[in-house]
């Protein structure tokens, strides 16, 4: 094909190859979710729509693009961890991230109403990208620790924070106030003592977030076969399909890495 006077300008394109062996991991973050949150009326500290609509949308993005092992969410986030020999899009960065955020943004929209029933989306929401390598195991498993451990420190917190205000009738400042300074245990322990709320007995989605996986699941069909010189019957036939599951545990600890090997290749 004969090639334009203005073809030269492909090769003011930069190259964001990412680089081989390493898991490329795609984080997205809600834009702005503070106020978000506030005009379409969340639930505080957690709302459940609105964490059931981003799992939803995360299980949309690890069925429609390539690759992806394993996913983790938390409040207005998700980070999406693709297979470290992906070779989708030749390894483009801004492929990743863009298609990562369209297609999550996309079905946060388009699925805004099966969670959210009559409140109206007000707005179109956002979602920014980021793209980040871990070339091993060991760094991949203290990112996904480093999500997790975000959201157990924030939603203890958030629940000590609006128990207090919500049940002990302080100010949002006076609760700031009382929890300033204070650790983990003196905020178990303000639960405990004054609200007889046992942290560790909270829900697990609000605790440890939500871990999406593929995983193998037989499915048994009913089929209408004709075999030659045989009437025609139904015959059962089961099949394995790979299908998202949503864990809501512990991925800090080995035990889950142990109890799902093939999610992360050898490090060798
Ligand atoms: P950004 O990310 O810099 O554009 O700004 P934000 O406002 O999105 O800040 P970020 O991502 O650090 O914090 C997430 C915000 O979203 C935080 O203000 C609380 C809100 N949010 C997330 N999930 C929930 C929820 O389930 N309930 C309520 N009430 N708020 C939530
Ligand atoms: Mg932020
Ligand atoms: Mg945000
Ligand atoms: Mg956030
Ligand atoms: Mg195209």
């Known amino acids: 094909m004969a090639k334009s006077k203005f073809e030269y300008v492909r090769n003011f394109e930069t190259d964001d190859?990412?680089?081989?062996?390493?898991?490329?991991?795609?984080?997205?973050?809600?834009r702005n979710f503070h106020k978000f949150a506030e005009q379409h009326n969340f639930t505080k500290p957690n709302d459940n729509r609105a964490l059931g609509l981003m799992t939803r949308s995360a299980c949309s993005v690890m069925e429609e693009l390539e690759d992806i092992i394993i996913a983790y969410g938390q409040s207005d986030e998700f980070s999406f961890v693709?297979?470290?020999?992906?070779?989708w899009f030749k390894r483009r960065a801004s492929k990743f991230m863009t298609h990562v955020?369209?297609?999550?943004?996309?079905?946060?929209?388009?699925?805004?109403?099966?969670f959210f029933g009559e409140q109206p989306?007000?707005?179109?929401?956002?979602?920014?990208?980021?793209?980040?390598?871990?070339p091993s195991n060991r760094n991949l498993r203290d990112y996904l620790s480093w999500r997790q451990a975000d959201c157990h420190i924030n939603n203890l917190y958030n629940t000590v924070f609006?128990?207090?205000?919500?049940?002990?009738?302080?100010?949002?400042?006076?609760a700031q106030e009382r929890l300033k300074g204070t650790f983990a245990a003196?905020?178990?322990e303000i639960l405990f003592s004054e609200f007889d709320i046992n942290y560790n007995n909270e829900s697990l989605l609000h605790r440890k977030g939500t871990a999406l996986i593929w995983e193998?699941?037989?499915?048994?069909?009913?089929?209408?076969?004709?075999?030659?010189?045989?009437?025609?019957?139904?015959?059962?036939?089961t099949r394995s399909r790979k299908k998202v599951q949503a864990y809501h545990c512990d991925i800090i600890g080995d035990q889950f890495w142990e109890e799902h090997p093939d999610i992360l290749e050898d490090d060798n």
């Open 17 to 30: 190859t990412c680089l081989r062996n390493c898991y490329i991991v795609v984080r997205l973050d809600g």
């Open 82 to 87: 693709f297979k470290r020999t992906s070779n």
């Open 186 to 188: 003196d905020k178990n």
């Open 162 to 174: 609006w128990t207090l205000v919500q049940r002990g009738g302080l100010t949002p400042a006076q």
């Open 101 to 114: 955020a369209s297609q999550f943004s996309s079905s946060y929209v388009f699925y805004w109403k099966e």
């Open 216 to 237: 193998k699941q037989d499915e048994t069909v009913t089929k209408r076969m004709k075999l030659p010189n045989e009437e025609e019957k139904d015959v059962q036939v």
């Open 121 to 134: 989306l007000l707005y179109p929401p956002g979602f920014d990208g980021r793209v980040v390598l871990y």
